[in-house]
């Protein structure tokens, strides 16, 4: 039987009169707005009375999608019993262009064959995540994050698993904390997803998350460079009142010139030369020049022009 349909096989019931007569096939998208998928009905197939069932090859598209098989009870009581005893669907990726067998089997629907490389790399990935699943108050999530994200970055190959992957990091709430930490991967990721051929709606949500994360960042960059901006205005405002606080204190608190001082200080301001000051005091020009220098140092000046002012 393998190979004659895209997805056939057998499927066992344990009692066949508390179950439809079907199984029925979906398809499993993924919303665009909010990341989470959801169900859509596509057909169902008759199971005969060895098992079989099979869907022709017109229900599938011809690129790579995610699939679920299913079984539906008849009685609102086998509804009830499904949530913990039994697993009565399987999901999978295929396309047109591939095959999958369900092999008979003591499950519902037990093991399959494929011939699809992204669903073959699907199965890695589960295994891979499997060695998480049970694991409670032993959680590690930094170290979960860091080999779930080298996982998907080094070991698959496959876009729409990469996908699948990096879902599995946002339904633990990890997927922003990691954007965070590595953008660049992510942008890069983006454009490897713009450039393939998959349906933009497969990869939307990411980039819907990545131009969140990234208005977040700039806001917060942009409400920090205010803060800092904020702190180095008042330190400037700050030291300029110090500055200006500390020169008047020098100039009131500077000390008082001497009798000689201050007949030198008139005569300057009288417009007499260092040497008419001289012979009018009867002292050398080196004495008028230590008297001008103490002058100046008091009254915190460092020329002729400044004590002119000072009239």
Known sequence: ???????????????????????????????????????????????DKDGFFAFDQHEFAGDDRMYKVELRPLSIQEKKKLSNKIKNYRLFITSKKDTVFFNKNKTMFGSYTT???????????????ARFENLTS????????????????????ILLVKLIGIKALDDKNLLEKDIKKNPKYY?????????????????????????????????????????????????????????????????????????QEQIV???????????EIANELFVSISTVKTHISNIYSKLNISNRQELLSKK
Request: net charge positive.
């Open 265 to 275: 200080k008139h005569l300057i301001q009288s417009g007499k030369s260092n040497k």
């Open 187 to 259: 942008i890069d990721l983006l454009q490897e997803l713009k450039s393939s051929e998959l349906d933009p709606s497969t990869y939307i949500y990411l980039e819907n998350k990545l131009t969140v994360i990234s208005q977040k960042l700039t806001n917060k960059k942009y409400h920090m460079s205010l803060w800092v901006n904020g702190i180095a205005i008042f330190v400037i405002i700050v030291l300029i009142s110090f500055i200006f606080i500390s020169k008047k204190r020098r100039n009131t608190h500077s000390p008082s010139l001497s009798k």
């Open 115 to 129: 011939t699809n490389k992204a669903d073959l790399e699907w199965r890695k990935l589960k295994k891979f995540n």
């Open 138 to 157: 032993d959680f590690d999530t930094q170290q979960y994050l860091l080999e779930t994200k080298g996982y998907v970055k080094d070991s698959l190959q």
């Open 1 to 47: 039987m393998f190979g004659q349909a895209p997805v056939s096989g057998y499927i066992t019931m344990d009692q066949p009169e508390e179950w439809e007569n079907k199984v029925f096939l979906s398809s499993i998208d993924q919303e665009q707005s909010k990341g989470t998928y959801h169900t859509i009905p596509i057909a169902s197939a008759t199971i």
